[in-house]
């Protein structure tokens, strides 16, 4: 097994090999340093559909590029790749590599927390500051702990994060199809409610004859059976049937040249299949679910044909299938359309989550008005509360202003004189401006003129000599 095999087979990566094979090896054996531009070239390999897709082939795309580590990778079997002895080679590749692998693991993991941080955002948590090293710990296939150098462990988690995930992808776009498949008849379904009787009656029979109209296709060949690929030889490639040669099949369609047919390579060969079923300008024809139609015959073909189940298709492989009853005599393909997509239990759980995210969505509406409608009253009690305090610094501001002396220009040591000094009484010692005795204090003998004691006042006033 060639070692850009070994690699991709453990990685599921049959894509990536259009790309390394289109690195000539010579590349670093002359050239010590890695030309710029072919250093920001983005693997043009079909996506892996994986969402850290472009970090793994440019990881790929660079241990490429080293001599030893293809040596290695030569000699190093799946099972081994898999248990990360491979992984270990990482600490004798060339420095240059290891650089840029540190730079493309320092980009994903900013490219990581800007994610983060959308999400964070969108999720309308502004105010509190996001843990990144907690929410990295999820993706679990670069080593989160050391954000700035690639390492050993960052190749070992890589290699079988990708196994992982992509054992699991098809399951998970067959999932997605489900829901897909759900939520469009529940659809139909909301629609129908709102119809009237002899509307609905209409759209009934529209749709049963819509499904009629796409069930009626002509044969579908079994994906992988001998009639199958003739009709691809004798269409697609033009040649006599008559000439039907496997071995010359393969070669024709095993597009990159690499001796294997990998998933791509296979689908493409069930395009003629599918058009039979499938035309996007049918009302009656869902695109979707001609996509769904190409990944089940591919997981057939694989399943059939795969024997040591790494996910590629050998010519030797291929021929011992060619040797196979079911090549020669397969039963009939069941179509999509003759599946069923869920049961009415799914279809009713389905329903039923549905009618609790509505439910969510309502209950966190109603919180947020509810919400909204007390910042409302509490944005009102502050205004009332400033305009009172407002009136009140006003009401202490002309207080002062009435309160305060008028503006007396003053000259030299001058002192200004008060108003109120006027209403007030002279210092003790000096004696009072005439008329200024309001004050009875002192009773004066008016014949004398000598002051007379307080206790003898009332005699004071009958001593008054009475004049005649
Ligand atoms: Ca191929
Ligand atoms: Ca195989």
């Given at each position: 097994?060639?070692w ?6 453990c990685?599921v990566?049959s894509s990536?090999?259009s ?6 090896i ?8 890695v030309?710029?531009?072919?250093v920001?070239?983005?693997p043009?390999?079909v996506?892996t559909g994986?969402h850290?897709d472009?970090?793994l082939?440019e990881?790929?795309d660079f241990?490429?590029k ?8 030569q000699?190093?079997g799946i099972?081994?790749?898999k248990?990360?002895?491979l ?8 420095h240059?590599?290891?650089?840029k692998?540190d730079?493309l693991?320092r ?17 309308g ?10 929410v990295?710990?999820q993706?679990?296939y670069l080593?989160h702990?050391?954000?700035h ?12 994060s990708a196994?992982?995930?992509l054992e699991n992808y098809?399951?998970e776009r ?12 529940h659809?139909r379904?909301?629609?129908l409610?709102?119809l009237?009787e ?6 009934e029979e529209?749709?049963?004859e819509?499904k ?5 296709h ?9 009639n199958?690929?003739?009709e ?6 033009g040649l006599d049937?008559?000439d039907?040669?496997p071995k ?11 001796g294997?047919f990998d998933?791509?390579e ?10 039979k079923?499938?035309d ?8 979707v679910e001609?996509?769904?139609e190409?990944l089940?015959?591919?997981e057939h ?9 790494d996910?590629l298709v ?11 009853k ?9 179509t999509l ?7 009415e239990?799914?279809?009713?759980e389905f ?10 969505l309502?209950?966190?509406?109603a919180e947020l ?12 009690q502050?205004?009332a ?6 009136e009140a610094v006003e009401?202490?501001?002309r207080?002062k202003?009435?309160?305060?002396p008028?503006e007396?220009h003053?000259?030299g ?7 109120n000094d006027?209403h007030?009484a002279?210092?003790?010692n ?19 003129g000598?002051p ?6 009332p ?10």
């Amino acid at each position: 097994m060639s070692w850009i095999k070994a690699l991709t087979a453990c990685l599921v990566l049959s894509s990536l090999l259009s790309s390394s094979q289109s690195v000539p090896i010579s590349v670093d054996k002359t050239k010590v340093k890695v030309p710029e531009e072919q250093v920001q070239e983005i693997p043009q390999s079909v996506d892996t559909g994986l969402h850290y897709d472009r970090y793994l082939r440019e990881v790929i795309d660079f241990l490429e590029k080293d001599q030893h580590f293809r040596e290695k990778l030569q000699n190093t079997g799946i099972e081994d790749i898999k248990q990360g002895k491979l992984a270990k080679e990482l600490d004798f590749v060339s420095h240059h590599v290891r650089t840029k692998l540190d730079e493309l693991k320092r980009q994903e993991v900013s490219r990581l927390r800007t994610l983060i941080k959308a999400k964070h955002d969108m999720e309308g948590g502004n105010d509190v500051a996001v843990d990144h090293q907690a929410v990295l710990k999820q993706f679990e296939y670069l080593n989160h702990m050391n954000p700035h150098t690639f390492e050993v462990e960052d190749l070992d988690r890589l290699i079988r994060s990708a196994t992982k995930d992509l054992e699991n992808y098809d399951k998970e776009r067959h999932e997605e199809f489900k829901k897909y498949e759900m939520m469009k008849e529940h659809e139909r379904r909301e629609h129908l409610k709102s119809l009237s009787e002899e509307n609905r009656k209409k759209e009934e029979e529209h749709y049963e004859e819509m499904k009629k109209k796409h069930a009626d296709h002509p044969k579908i060949n079994h994906p992988g059976s001998q009639n199958q690929l003739k009709e691809v030889w004798e269409e697609a490639d033009g040649l006599d049937p008559d000439d039907f040669d496997p071995k010359t099949f393969f070669n024709l369609h095993d597009s990159n040249g690499d001796g294997f047919f990998d998933e791509q390579e296979l689908e493409a060969l069930f395009t003629k299949e599918l058009e039979k079923i499938y035309d996007p300008a049918n009302e009656e024809d869902d695109m979707v679910e001609m996509e769904e139609e190409r990944l089940r015959m591919r997981e057939h073909v694989m399943n059939e044909v795969d024997t040591n189940k790494d996910r590629l298709v050998s010519l030797d492989e291929f021929l011992m299938a060619t040797k196979k009853k079911e090549f020669l005599e397969p039963d009939s393909w069941e179509t999509l359309e003759q599946t069923q997509a869920y049961t009415e239990e799914e279809m009713r759980e389905f329903e039923e989550h549905l009618i609790r995210q509505e439910q969510d969505l309502i209950q966190k509406t109603a919180e947020l008005q509810q919400q909204r409608d007390e910042l409302e009253r509490q944005q009102e009690q502050l205004n009332a509360q400033k305009k009172e305090l407002q009136e009140a610094v006003e009401h202490m501001e002309r207080l002062k202003i009435q309160k305060a002396p008028p503006e007396v220009h003053v000259e030299g040591n001058e002192v200004p004189e008060s108003p109120n000094d006027q209403h007030q009484a002279p210092p003790e010692n000096q004696p009072l401006p005439p008329g200024h005795q309001d004050v009875p204090a002192v009773q004066q003998d008016l014949s004398h003129g000598q002051p007379l004691p307080q206790d003898s006042h009332p005699n004071v006033i009958q001593d008054v000599p009475q004049v005649p």
